[in-house]
């Protein structure tokens, strides 16, 4: 029998530590004997990747950046996710559209009207019903506070990680935003504990929705 595609997201602050456990979700699927492909945003495809380098170190006002981060994700989803979905693999993508909401929308304060009809443009297809979006996003919520000393001397930052801690408050709020928006779709870790608790807190989550599969 043909397996389905399945999308993942993971979202959170910069320091929460997300992208620290996507390799072990990736293996816990490989041992189910799933093809998974790792990707992020923005970027995930030549073009895109073009696209992350202007955002993350060129300044510009908020709607173009918000034009930006859409039409790499665009070529993202016509490249990349959604040809491995209709392979049926496993598609792990570290941040998606909810750090756009997070980060332009709360924390630029960029007009979420308008995200959400870049939104709708960029995450449909003919003869699709509804927006693609991940079957399930792990949101890493963390005290922003502690996500600024985890990074603290740990990298050369690029503009968002060089954003103020009020910044970072107001993209926390938008995560909390969408997760009320959508909370089937949310699964919430606490990344405040160690590494260890909060992998198995991530693998215990995949146990319970796709252990039995």
């Given amino acids: 029998m043909t397996q389905s595609g399945l999308f993942i997201s993971f979202e959170g602050i ?14 816990w699927f490989r041992t189910l004997e799933r093809a998974v492909t790792l990707t992020r945003e923005p970027g995930g495809t030549p073009l895109a990747e073009k696209l992350r380098e202007l955002l993350l170190h060129e300044a510009m006002d908020p709607l173009s950046e918000a034009l930006l981060m ?3 994700r665009r070529d993202h989803l016509k490249q990349v996710i959604l040809p491995a979905l209709a392979r049926g693999e496993v598609v792990l993508c570290d941040r998606f559209t909810d750090a ?5 929308g709360h924390g630029r304060g ?10 709708r443009w960029v995450q449909t297809t003919p003869g699709q019903s509804g927006l693609i979006e991940p079957e399930l996003t792990f949101w890493f919520e963390l005290d922003p506070a502690i996500a600024a000393m985890r990074l603290a001397g740990a990298r050369v930052p690029d503009k968002f990680e060089s954003e103020s801690r009020a910044f970072f408050e107001r993209v926390a709020a938008g995560y909390a935003a969408r997760q009320q928006q959508a909370p089937q779709r949310f699964a919430r870790i606490d990344a405040s504990q160690e590494i260890d608790a909060v992998r198995a807190q991530v693998l215990g989550i995949c146990d319970q929705h796709w252990g039995q599969a």
Avoid: M
């Avoid at 009207?113 to 939104?119: C, F, I, K």
């Fill in 14 to 27: 910069d320091g929460a530590g997300k992208s620290t456990h996507i390799a072990a979700i990736a293996d």
């Fill in 70 to 72: 859409f039409a790499a």
């Fill in 100 to 104: 756009t909401f997070a980060y332009q």
């Fill in 110 to 119: 960029f007009d979420l009207d308008v995200l959400r009809t870049l939104e």
